[in-house]
């Protein structure tokens, strides 16, 4: 019963709201870049928020919004850095929606600051393998690659065949990891716990009295 507790102590409160900017960002974007009216179109949760190993408390969100193709080519035909063209445009777009919000662009996102958490927006654009490419502006503007479907994929699939223990312990490290001022990122705890999971099958059908041997 302690372990039922702790798991929806562990709950997003506010997620509500974070579903909300979640769609207002993407509804502005999408009107900016792709002349449409769409709350989910283009955009992707990602992080521990879209792989659903967030706790209650979670202060970076993070997205990727699609950009269209055709703006890929005019960013690098650029003269100078074309990965800060583009982060200046979606800061721009989004500044439309928050005009008193903090909106910064820095790397490789725009970043939008809300009452006790911020939402992190990478534009990217989507290639053949549904992978996406995005800008990193150091260095004079670079272009890297990203896959954020087959992790949360991955991480979906064997939280399904594990009795969906695998997101209970990743937030139950989340929260232990917080507690005891623990240095390492979540997506470290997610790896950990996935691999913990991934090599045996003793727990796959564990319950709440399971959970203080697990």
């Given at each position: 019963s302690l372990f039922s507790?702790?798991?929806q102590n562990l709950s997003v409160s506010n997620a509500d709201d974070i579903s909300t900017k979640y769609a207002n960002i993407t509804t502005r974007l999408n009107l900016d870049f792709w002349g449409i009216e769409s709350e989910t179109r283009h955009s992707l949760q990602?992080?521990?928020y879209g792989r659903k190993t967030a706790i209650d408390g979670v202060?970076?969100?993070?997205?990727v919004f699609e950009l269209p193709s055709k703006d890929y080519e005019r960013y690098?035909?650029?003269e100078g850095n074309g990965s800060s063209t583009m982060l200046q445009e979606v800061r721009t777009s989004l500044l439309k929606r928050y005009p008193r919000s903090d909106v910064s662009a820095d790397g490789q996102i725009v970043a939008v600051s809300f009452h006790g958490y911020r939402v992190e927006v990478l534009p990217a654009f989507l290639d053949e393998n549904g992978d996406y490419i995005h800008g990193d502006t150091n260095d004079g503007g670079t272009w890297a690659l990203t896959k954020p479907r087959p992790e949360i994929k991955a991480v979906n699939d064997l939280?399904?065949?594990t009795n969906q223990n695998l997101k209970d312990?990743?937030?139950m490290l989340r929260a232990w990891k917080n507690k005891a001022?623990?240095?390492i990122g979540g997506l470290l705890i997610d790896t950990l716990a996935y691999n913990f999971f991934n090599q045996t099958d003793d727990y796959d059908e564990a319950d709440w009295a399971d959970f203080p041997a697990m």
């Open positions: 507790q702790f798991r990602v992080g521990s202060s970076d969100l993070d997205m690098k035909k650029l939280n399904n065949a312990a990743c937030k001022g623990i240095g």
